[in-house]
């Protein structure tokens, strides 16, 4: 996905304005009122894990959501509900009525889940909702959410912005609706579907009950996940691999060759392997138009139901992975034609993943020493304000590693924590240091460095660090000697997790 | 405020140059009694307020004597610097410290309390009068100060102060003062409680010997004599500790495993050379991984302490104790062999910009209404700024090494709008990396480039952002229209020259 660090905000600005509103009729709160409501409650109980004892979950949660009830028996829902689910039950709203439920995909990125019944005809006799993909500034939505009776609680609102934002887990930017509208709380109200004319426009992605703002993931996101979703192998949404910055500094404009008054947006990074890079994309290029779509001198082009929106929707809504997108360019002044092959990136695929869920973190423990790889998932665990608060050094690695590890293959083993044994007497205050080797060995996995202490020198586990003490050393046959003892003491169920 | 440091060894540096000036000319007559003070003898039960007793006193401690005819008040007019406009003289601030005299004519006093300052008078106890005074010398990295008076006979009836040692553990001390609230001298009487190595604020890099004592200190006693059996044991200042930067960086060796690993005896004995740093005296002398066993004899304990005088104190204390030019022998084991090197104290570390400076100008280049200044404490607290880059490269600018790459790390301050900039906001907060594809690595090189510019400047940042591109005659066709508009003075201060009338800097080693 694209990055925006210097841009962000003319991009916002820019993005937010201009777009052709047609007005559709106001719907009313009854009209939208169903005999069978194409609602169920979603009740999940999860566990998330601990990265501070990696070997170890945490207390289990428990959310309490509404899904939204589509053909073929699924159910909608935000992936944030669902996120290291230990059991997801579904309850009819009227009846009360329960069944298990699974995960049928999850998109992290896109923040959408499908649950469906365990119990095929559970949701019989509900009428799916359809999905309403043309909702645009100006619009009336109802958030729907539900009383404890049962009963239907609609709230409308206006759509005041379409446009281009982070989702929360931060992995580029996707379309998104912002509704003013002055919901109420109610117990479930954790996955909120938006509704215009008792058709699906949206789910609610977060609010803001200050300003009675709700973010939504709007209709053709959802369209897009849905479409892929059906094919058997879920891929999720493409990115091409480039960052860009606006053409309007005349000087810069200039300098890229750029002597009309044409648009398009300068390339400032192309990533190694990336789409982007494979097609051929330089730093330095110019991009002026996306397939037919041509792009203006801030990075938006016109799209038919917007207005003006900053082209990377093109990249995300409209494409899939595996489409090949033309590209239109100047470099040099002259123009060009680039057919870049979209893929879809993995949180994998990062040297420090950007989330990494569902599934059990990676750890090594020598002799009281835990090492654990570098995620934003570790980072996170320092709670909301994570980039303030966690070590600032791990924050700038995270933040910079497509600057500073270009070649993305490899992770950042870090020594996370001490915990006192006989064999850590004196490395007590050692904590987020990066491992560059172990007894000689170049260290970029968790796998090199458990290959790496099984080849002790003299004796010795020598790890070495980036930053000071620069080296620490065990005595391997005490560290072998003390594990039993170290897992008793410290509660630790298995001193490894590699797979 | 909880916690008081009081300078000591740092304070036996100066001592020790004082005796030596003191040893040629006859000292000057002391008047031990005067008539209408306290007797001293009054002084040395301190009055109500002295609540601690003091356990165990080996011998009843000596009366400090009439310390009025020693203290003085200062008032010192100084300004600060404004590092978002370093063009400004800066802003006007006074404040008020405490002084005492010693031999030959000279007023010692914290360094926070004249750094800065423009005009400096001196008042002493039963004499209206305010006398003008001037630096002769400033330590910002001990904190400490000399100044003195003109006026012919302002030392005349004055008691100069001698130095003690290092008080004890739990042995009483008083600080003398004008903290608030009062005009007159205040004593306050505490215990030493520590005796350690502490961050000094003022200049928030240094470490040194402090003494923290159980006594209420607040603002107006900085600089003012602690004394035990009449003699200066120390000067009074607050503060609190953090990190610190240093020509080589060390870890306690008390690991077992890596202590058989480095070859070292089964004592207690030693620590690791972790960084050393690559512009320090210890660059090619010393490497990370040796053990150091001895400092100028003095075994280290493999907790970074060695004995001095009696006292365990780290082993930088014995650094401390030397004068540029010194040198400093290191018994060490490299590869498991002994080795002895020596290090001679020869120059101050170049590159400061993790301490405060005082009594300088900011450096800067405005160009095109773009303000171009190296990064450093004073300029990042101006700025507040969070940027994750910036932070990063002040915090690591030493251990990483930053500063062969980028002695001056530049940055793009701040912005004056102007119809040439207006596209320019986003680089704020950029580092600049190359100038039309040299290397930038000083704020000269910097101020170079631009006057030598051909009539396109392409500005490239560190990290994967756009060039900035500027277009040379655009620049120079609006420089009067910003210099005007802005009210700048000059468009560039390359030297960390002094600010005017302010003294010689003492040199760090």
């Known amino acids: ?499 | 405020m909880n916690r008081i440091f009081v300078i000591g060894y740092a304070a036996l540096l100066f001592a020790s140059v004082s005796y030596a000036q003191e040893s040629t000319p006859a000292p000057p007559p002391v008047e031990q009694q005067v008539p209408g003070q306290q007797s001293g003898a009054s002084r040395s039960t301190p009055p109500g307020q002295a609540v601690v007793p003091v356990p165990v006193p080996i011998a009843p401690p000596k009366p400090n004597g009439p310390v009025q005819k020693s203290l003085v008040r200062i008032t010192a007019t100084s300004v600060e610097p404004d590092y978002r406009a370093p063009w400004n003289a800066g802003g006007l601030q006074r404040g008020v410290g405490a002084g005492f005299v010693i031999s030959g004519n000279r007023i010692m006093t914290n360094a926070h309390v004249v750094a800065n300052s423009r005009y400096i008078t001196v008042e002493r106890d039963g004499d209206p009068n305010k006398y003008p005074a001037t630096v002769q010398f400033i330590a910002n990295d001990c904190d400490l100060a000399l100044i003195t008076v003109p006026a012919p006979d302002f030392f005349k009836n004055m008691l100069p102060l001698k130095f003690g040692g290092i008080p004890a553990l739990e042995s009483t001390v008083s600080a003398y003062g004008y903290p608030i609230g009062g005009e007159r001298m205040s004593v306050t009487t505490g215990i030493v409680s520590r005796v350690d190595f502490q961050l000094y604020t003022h200049s928030s890099v240094d470490q040194h010997l402090t003494i923290q004592i159980s006594a209420q200190i607040n603002p107006g006693n900085s600089g003012g004599p602690v004394m035990q059996d009449a003699k200066v044991v120390g000067v009074a200042f607050q503060g609190y500790s953090g990190d610190v930067a240093q020509g080589i960086t060390y870890a306690k060796l008390q690991n077992p495993a890596q202590r058989k690993f480095l070859g070292l005896k089964d004592d207690d004995r030693g620590v690791l050379v972790s960084s050393v740093v690559a512009a320090g005296p210890s660059d090619g002398i010393l490497r990370s991984g040796d053990v150091l066993l001895a400092i100028d004899g003095h075994p280290i304990a493999s907790d970074a302490n060695v004995e001095v005088e009696g006292e365990r104190a780290q082993f930088e204390e014995v650094v401390e104790r030397k004068f540029k030019g010194d040198s400093v022998k290191f018994d060490i084991l490299r590869d498991k062999q002994p080795l002895t090197v020596t290090i001679k104290l020869y120059k101050p570390w170049p590159y400061s910009i993790q301490g405060h400076s005082y009594d300088v100008r900011p450096r800067y280049v405005l160009y095109g209404g773009l303000l171009f200044q190296p990064l450093d404490l004073d300029m990042l607290e101006a700025y507040r700024t969070s940027d994750l880059r910036l932070r990063h490269f002040f915090e690591y600018f030493i251990l990483e090494q930053i500063y062969l790459q980028h002695p001056d790390v530049i940055v793009l301050s701040n912005i004056l709008p102007d119809p040439i900039n207006t596209y320019l906001a986003p680089y704020r907060g950029a580092i600049v990396d190359e100038v039309n594809g040299k290397k930038i690595r000083t704020l000269d090189e910097l101020a170079q480039a631009f006057a030598q510019a051909p009539g396109q400047l392409v500005i490239r940042m560190i990290g994967d952002g756009p060039p900035l591109v500027l277009d040379r005659n655009k620049v120079e066709a609006a420089r009067e229209r910003i210099k005007t508009r802005y009210n700048v003075a000059k468009e560039q201060n390359l030297e960390e020259r002094p600010a005017s009338g302010a003294p010689a800097q003492a040199n760090k080693i």
């Open chain 1, 1 to 499: 996905m694209v990055k925006h660090s210097l841009i962000a905000l003319g991009i916002i600005l820019v993005a937010a304005s201009g777009t052709l509103a047609k007005k559709e009729p106001a719907i009313s709160a009854t009209a939208s009122k169903q005999k069978q409501l194409a609602l169920v409650r979603v009740n999940v109980t999860g566990q998330s894990y601990d990265y501070f004892r990696p070997w170890q979950k945490k207390a289990p949660f428990s959310k309490r959501a509404l899904g939204a009830v589509l053909s073929k028996g699924r159910v909608l829902v935000t992936a944030d509900l669902v996120t290291n689910q230990n059991y997801v039950e579904l309850e009819r709203a009227e009846s009360g009525e329960k069944t298990a439920a699974n995960v049928q995909v999850i998109d992290y990125e896109a923040n959408l889940a499908l649950l469906e019944p365990v119990e095929k005809t559970f949701l019989d006799g509900i009428t799916p909702l359809e999905i309403t993909p043309d909702t645009v500034v100006g619009d009336r939505l109802a958030a729907w959410q539900l009383e404890p009776t049962g009963a239907l609680l609609a709230t409308e609102g206006l759509v005041t912005t379409v446009q281009m934002m982070p989702y929360p887990i931060d992995v580029g930017q996707f379309l998104t609706y912002r509704i003013s509208i002055p919901m109420q709380y109610r117990e479930n109200s954790y996955t909120v579907p938006l509704v215009k004319n008792n058709k699906l426009a949206g789910l609610l992605l977060r609010y803001d009950s200050r300003s009675q703002l709700v973010d939504a993931i709007p209709a053709p996101i959802i369209t897009h996940f849905l479409k892929e979703a059906e094919s058997q192998n879920y891929r999720g949404f493409p990115s091409a691999g480039f960052s860009f910055f606006p053409t309007r500094d005349p000087e810069l404009r200039e300098f890229a060759e750029e002597k009309g008054k044409g648009g398009g947006v300068y390339v400032t990074n192309v990533e190694p392997a990336t789409p982007a890079m494979k097609a051929g994309l330089q730093v330095g290029d110019i991009v002026t138009a996306i397939g037919n779509h041509e792009i203006d001198q801030n990075g938006n082009y016109v799209d038919p139901l917007y207005g003006k929106i900053e082209f990377t929707n093109l990249l995300t809504a409209h494409a899939y992975a595996g489409d090949v997108v033309p590209f239109h360019i100047q470099r040099n002044g002259k123009p060009m034609q680039l057919n870049v092959t979209l893929e879809h990136r993995d949180a994998k695929d990062y040297v420090s993943p950007p989330y990494y869920l569902d599934q059990p973190p990676r750890y090594f423990v020598l002799g009281g020493l835990i090492f654990q790889e570098l995620s934003r998932q570790y980072l996170k665990e320092w709670g909301p304000n994570w980039q303030r608060e966690a070590p600032q050094r791990l924050v700038y690695f995270d933040h910079f590693q497509s600057e500073l590890f270009p070649q993305r293959n490899r992770r950042i083993v870090i020594l996370s924590q001490v915990l006192p044994a006989n064999s850590t007497i004196g490395y007590d205050d050692l904590a987020y240091l990066t491992v560059t080797k172990v007894n000689g060995g170049e260290i970029k996995s968790l796998d090199d460095l458990a290959e790496a202490v099984k080849h002790p020198i003299e004796g010795f586990v020598k790890i070495e660090t980036e930053e000071d003490p620069k080296q620490i050393e065990l005595d391997a046959t005490q560290v072998a000697a003390e594990a039993p003892e170290l897992q008793e003491n410290y509660g630790i169920s298995s001193l490894q997790r590699l797979q």
